[in-house]
């Protein structure tokens, strides 16, 4: 009961990379120590399921036009928060139990902590041949790898003392999550711009049953159409503004007759070579649900979407002059709305193998 209505206030939070099981590890872990096992397991759907899509996770030039080839990058994710806002964007840090039952204490006060590392590698070809006015091919595909721990602290305000209701608990769980496939990309590479068009797909490969509190998957299919423009104010191409779109639409949920909302993502990034090899780059994400849940099972407020913006700075060298670039990155969540505020950073690299270039 108690893990029900907490899905009812909080909604959608945050994951994946794509996926990230923080919330139902939390919750579960958090309806343990209130209520039955059986009870918090009955739960067998819940508003925290959202796209697979992460804004502002990439390189800022990672879209632009690729050269003929296989190339690898490999991004490497470590986020941590301690922040969950509700719909109005406050800080969410107390459970409402005479909601639940007037013979319970008003309010338990909530201490949530939780970090997870992710590793990314992408793999990634651009064809040798170009068609339709100079476009290259371009398909790939990114598996993920993550584990993540949850702390939490419940315990009673207003300086009234019930062990029942004083409670801390660890959880981690890790192992491999769903599998994004890019079979059809078209990258354009002009003199001052870049455009690329693709579509992608997550297959929910992640270990994912419904009702568990140990899953890595979301448990569900994702399709993902996307549009990026790379203009490059200057002959060079030393100066790269960057805008981007994806689009997801989200299938069933195993198991179950509920569909996780549709999200947009709107992306922009400025990026600056300082030298032959060195890369500055600001680079921005906003991310929202703009259809409702649906489903036989969905029984929230499907009206409340959850929203999120995310602003990153990136610094990157290559090491291997355009072989082989390091970036690192920290970024930051604000503006957001019945997800958790997160901070991250990432160290990513990027090799231009110069294999299956079609040439001899």
């Keep these: 009961k108690l893990h029900k209505h907490i899905n009812t206030i909080n909604m959608n939070a945050h994951k994946r990379m794509k996926s990230f099981i923080w919330i139902r590890a939390a919750i579960m872990v958090l309806a343990g120590f209130l209520v039955s096992v059986e009870t918090a397991n009955a739960q067998a759907v819940s508003p925290f399921q959202t796209g697979a899509y992460m804004p502002a996770f990439s390189n ?38 005479d909601m639940l039952d007037p013979g319970l204490p008003e309010d338990v006060d909530l201490s ?27 398909i790939g595909t990114t598996p993920l790898y993550s584990t993540s721990k949850v702390s939490l602290i419940t315990e009673q305000g207003d300086g009234r003392i019930d062990s029942d209701y004083n409670a ?63 203009f490059y104010p200057v002959e060079d191409q030393s100066t790269d503004l960057v805008l981007g779109f994806t689009y997801e639409l ?6 179950a007759d509920f569909n996780p909302g549709n999200r947009l993502s709107l992306e922009w990034a400025i990026s600056q ?31 409340v979407h959850d929203k999120k913006s995310t602003l990153s700075f990136t610094a990157g060298y290559w090491v291997w002059n355009q072989r082989m670039q390091l970036t690192a990155k920290y970024a930051f969540d604000y503006a957001c709305a019945q997800r958790f505020k997160t901070n991250f950073f990432m160290l990513n690299l990027t090799f231009l193998t110069n294999a299956l270039t079609g040439s001899n």
């Design 273 to 303: 070579y300082v030298s032959d090899r060195m890369e500055l780059a600001v680079m921005g994400g906003h991310n929202w649900q703009v259809t409702d849940d649906r489903g036989s099972v969905v029984d929230w407020d499907t009206s």
């Design 60 to 97: 800022a030039r990672d879209m632009a036009a690729a050269p003929a080839g296989l190339f690898v990058l490999m991004y490497n994710y470590y986020a941590f928060t301690d922040t969950y806002v509700d719909q109005n964007g406050t800080k969410y840090n107390s459970i409402p139990l």
């Design 168 to 230: 801390s608990a660890d959880a981690r769980v890790s192992g491999f999550g769903d599998l994004f496939v890019q079979p059809l990309g078209l990258s354009w590479g002009f003199k001052l711009l870049d455009l690329t068009l693709a579509y992608g797909f997550t297959a929910p490969t992640g270990r994912y049953t419904t009702g568990a509190d140990d899953n890595v998957g979301l448990g569900f299919w994702t399709h993902q159409v996307q549009a990026w423009g790379n």
């Design 250 to 255: 989200n299938g069933e949920l195993k198991d």
């Design 112 to 138: 949530i902590k939780m970090n997870t590392y992710a590793a990314v590698p992408a793999f990634f070809w651009a064809s040798p041949f170009q068609f339709l006015g100079g476009a290259r091919w371009l």
